[in-house]
């Protein structure tokens, strides 16, 4: 597989009707920078919200079934199992999809060949910028009810998916591919979806399925297959489902590296797989920190901190974190007469320099900043720009400098957060701070 980052090399569209909504919907392909991910628009919302690739974004939900969701706020994306299949089996890393509707429709048989061919038409731009992978740190499993599934450390992406069927037509079937482009399009992307004879009243009465046909789906019944060209593939079911779960994989926003095992799985235990994966990346690459007593934050020693903020004495400005949430963080700093900078600010009258504690600030909410990006022992972060700055009062040796900072946007890579300094429960400074994650 080509070691650069991908996108599409021009704009593609079609129009389709959603497997499970029967809504139509239209579809726009457009190219995005290296580092964008795949990326979901929904047009027809107000404000045209974002829908970011991503196994924090993923989800699964019973009483809407047999499709995977992806939820961002008030914005959601439903299946898009088959759509994500063919993004991350042709190599395509940064993608914006703008679509109409919740569900963007299929635009062909129910498999993932004609969203192949439409990427293939159009054609493929490398990118000046190294491919970022997921690698699976060590051996995770999962087990659902009667599904199971085991993710192994393997230099390139390898299924082993068995499925059970009690009906004679589909059976038990094993199937295995080592998952690249060429292999992906031959052997994977051309099959179909499918659905049980029985089970399609019960769908329907459920509001599923609306937009299935024979066209879009392999109807099987007791003792055959209702489509009059039959199957593609004698293991068409089973290659589907591999279909299914290389999708959900790109759940995990990179391409995988990894030896996935499946058994008689589906999107819901996908799903959970998926972020048991992200989490069993995050311990390995990211933080692995105790929890407090409340279950909610973590307090962070600078141990912890020098774990991931590349700063060293004389210029690491933040001994504690406090509190650490989705959107807020406090640290603290303890400002003794041993810094090296009172030698020269002042003489005789020791005052921490101002735009240290900005500097202090900054570092705390890059605690906040590389808490929410994947690998964050990979990244750095980059001070761009202050704005309303304020400076109350001087702080001298002995105090202890208090920062609250809080999430005021998060837009890719870029991120506005408001932060407070305090001494003794007294406002100190303030400022507004905007920061970039950049590849150390």
């Not at 299949?85 to 395509?92: K, L, M, P, T």
């Not at 509707?101 to 731009?125: K, T, W």
């Not at 105090?399 to 407070?420: H, N, P, S, T, Y």
Request: proline fraction near 7%; charge should be negative; include cysteine.
């Amino acid at each position: 597989m080509n070691e650069r980052q991908t996108t599409l090399a021009g704009e593609a569209r079609y129009e389709g009707f959603g497997l499970h909504t029967g809504e139509r919907c239209r579809v726009t392909f457009l190219p995005a920078p290296p580092g964008t991910g795949v990326v979901f628009v929904r047009a027809d919302l107000p404000g045209r919200p974002e829908v970011k690739v991503a196994a924090e974004n993923a989800t699964y939900d019973a009483g809407q079934g047999r499709r995977t969701i992806l939820r961002a706020g008030d914005a959601e994306v439903h299946t898009v199992e088959h759509l994500l299949a063919a993004v991350s089996g042709v190599g395509i890393d940064n993608l914006r999809i703008e679509i109409d509707a919740r569900e963007p429709g299929e635009p062909g048989d129910g498999s993932a060949g004609p969203y192949v061919d439409l990427f293939r038409r159009i054609g493929f731009q490398e990118q000046d910028a190294p491919r970022c992978y997921f690698e699976i740190p060590h051996q995770v499993r999962l087990t659902r009810g009667n599904a199971e599934l085991i993710g192994l450390p393997h230099p390139n992406l390898r299924v082993d998916f068995t499925i059970e069927y009690e009906n004679p037509v589909i059976g038990t079937r094993h199937v295995a591919f080592d998952v690249v482009p060429e292999v992906f399009a031959r052997e994977i992307a051309p099959a179909r979806t499918f659905v049980l004879r029985r089970d399609v009243d019960p769908l329907l009465k459920a509001g599923l399925i609306q937009g299935g046909s024979l066209g879009n789906a392999v109807v099987v019944e007791e003792d055959r297959v209702a489509n009059a060209e039959g199957l593609r593939f004698p293991d068409e079911f089973a290659r589907h489902k591999v279909l299914d779960l290389l999708g959900d994989l790109a759940l995990l926003g990179r391409p995988v590296r990894g030896h996935v095992l499946a058994w008689r799985s589906g999107h819901e235990s996908h799903v959970a797989f998926v972020k048991a994966l992200a989490e069993a990346e995050r311990r390995a690459t990211g933080f692995d920190l105790p929890p407090r007593p409340d279950g909610k934050n973590h307090f962070w020693d600078i141990e912890a901190i020098s774990q991931i903020m590349p700063h060293r004495y004389p210029f690491l400005l933040v001994d504690r974190i406090l509190e650490l949430t989705d959107d807020r963080v406090v640290g603290i700093k303890n400002v003794t007469q041993n810094e090296p900078f009172f030698m020269g600010h002042f003489p005789g009258h020791p005052i921490m320099p101002a735009v240290l504690i900005v500097e202090a600030m900054a570092q705390t909410g890059g605690v906040l900043l590389l808490n929410k990006v994947e690998r964050p022992k990979e990244k750095l972060v980059y001070f761009m720009g202050i704005d309303a700055a304020k400076f109350r009062r001087p702080v001298k040796p002995g105090d202890q400098l208090r920062f609250e900072l809080d999430l005021v946007k998060l837009k890719g890579r870029i991120c506005k957060m408001m932060g407070k300094a305090f001494v003794d429960g007294s406002l100190v400074a303030e400022a507004e701070l905007l920061s970039t994650v950049v590849d150390r």
